[in-house]
């Protein structure tokens, strides 16, 4: 929350209740996500949310709500990862990419997508005991960050096509050493720690690109694209098995409270109404 008091939730999916805007009709459905909900503006932990018409997204086809709301912004975040990266050249040739926080919403999807478009996915989380949910999902490797055994020196083996990083740190400055030529790492999350102690090397010796993914404020048409997308080629195949719980309204203290303790797994959707 950026200012208080203010409700929480940074995205929502449902109809539309009434409309002044002539773009928005009254029976829509649509989603919201970013564009300060639940940050500057109140959120989607509510009945009725009250929203701009400019923030709108209709739903897209191939999504029904409450898939929308599996995928929220963690799976848009994932999707807009995957989507500057292959932008930017990542395809399946040039390796394993590896997902870092695989457990979580954001590493649920990437993998899930990653794996649906013909990548080598390289599951890593430090909860070992989720590896039969990451192997369900399509990793084909799943390793604890020290299971890695990553290097130390300015630079070292290539061992990866790319990475989607939830976790930031040590492990990222560690990932980046081991990026093959060209290949691209999306940073989309601090879990560890914001900073991280790296080199200029995997960029200027093998043309290694970082790419941010802020699902906050990226640009309204890309916004729809992604979700367009989200509803098509890049829609996870295992939805099912990411969505692991659904919470009354009234439970969303306590929903929050595992998310705080990293006791979750995949995504939890909240009922409003």
């Not at 954001?106 to 899930?112: C, E, K, Y």
């Not at 990653?114 to 005991?129: K, M, N």
């Not at 300015?154 to 096509?161: D, N, V, Y």
Request: hydrophobic letters at 45%; one cysteine or more.
């Amino acid at each position: 929350l950026k200012r208080f008091p203010l409700n929480p939730g940074i995205d929502v999916a449902g109809r539309v209740e009434s409309s002044s805007d002539p773009r928005v009709r009254k029976g829509d459905p649509v989603v919201v996500n970013g564009m300060g909900l639940g940050e500057t503006n109140d959120g989607g932990f509510a009945e009725f949310v009250r929203v701009p018409a400019d923030w709108i997204v209709p739903l897209p086809a191939g999504l029904t709500g409450r898939e929308a709301m599996t995928l929220g912004t963690a799976g848009f975040t994932a999707a807009l990862a995957l989507h500057r990266m292959e932008v930017n050249g990542q395809s399946p040739a040039l390796g394993p990419v590896v997902v870092t926080g695989a457990t979580g919403g954001v590493g649920s999807a990437a993998v899930s997508m990653l794996a649906a478009r013909g990548y080598e996915v390289v599951a890593v989380s430090g909860r070992p005991e989720h590896e039969q949910y990451l192997r369900e999902l399509g990793a084909a490797r799943v390793s604890t960050p020290e299971a890695l055994e990553l290097g130390s020196r300015p630079i070292e083996t290539a061992r990866f096509g790319g990475v989607i990083d939830n976790v930031g740190g040590e492990l990222l400055a560690a990932l980046l050493r081991h990026v093959e030529l060209w290949g691209n790492v999306a940073s989309v999350g601090n879990a560890a720690a914001p900073a991280f102690d790296g080199n200029v090397f995997p960029f200027i010796l093998r043309g290694v690109s970082m790419l941010g993914a802020s699902s906050a404020n990226c640009p309204m048409a890309l916004r729809t694209d992604i979700w367009v997308r989200l509803g098509g080629d890049l829609k996870p195949p295992h939805l099912d098995k990411i969505a692991r719980k659904e919470l009354p309204l009234d439970e969303v203290i306590h929903g929050c409270q595992e998310l705080m303790e990293r006791k979750a797994l995949g995504r939890t959707l909240v009922r409003c109404a």
